[in-house]
């Protein structure tokens, strides 16, 4: 959230989408995600077509080897799904935005509105 101020006397709460004002790093580091998501959904999609066609081979021929790539295809499938939630776990760690800890201490991501002479008062008051 950040103040928008209408006039000098009034002061107005505007709610922010959180990964539009992400740094650049971070956006892109987003958008990489994104990316890799769709892919793997594209990937799991097709796979689990071709795992219907594999398992009517198999069925129908009988034949050991047609059973061991149908197993193989049933693993790289769970492994496709796996690398799917681990990386909507990580978008959605890194589009979080609150206190960041470091060396011990909480920094508040906020926006001062006002002039330079304000800052300036704020900062003075503020060591006293």
């Known amino acids: 959230m950040t103040e928008k101020s209408n006039n000098a006397n009034t002061t ?4 922010i989408d959180g990964d539009k004002f992400l740094p650049p ?11 890799a998501r769709t892919n793997l959904m594209s990937a799991i999609e097709t796979a689990q077509k071709g795992m219907e066609e594999l398992s ?3 069925a129908c021929s009988q034949h050991p080897r047609a059973y061991e790539v149908h197993h193989q295809y049933l693993k790289t499938i769970g ?6 939630v ?3 776990k990580d978008k959605r760690q890194a589009k979080q935005v609150g206190p960041v800890e470091h060396d011990g201490k909480i920094t ?6 006002g002039s330079t002479k304000d800052l300036a008062e704020m900062l003075k008051a503020k060591k006293q």
């Open 12 to 15: 107005e709460l505007v709610e």
């Open 25 to 35: 790093e971070e956006q892109e580091h987003v958008n990489d995600l994104e990316y």
């Open 56 to 58: 009517d081979v198999a």
């Open 79 to 84: 492994e496709l799904n796996k690398d799917f």
């Open 86 to 88: 681990q990386i909507s």
């Open 108 to 113: 508040q991501n906020n926006l001062f509105v």
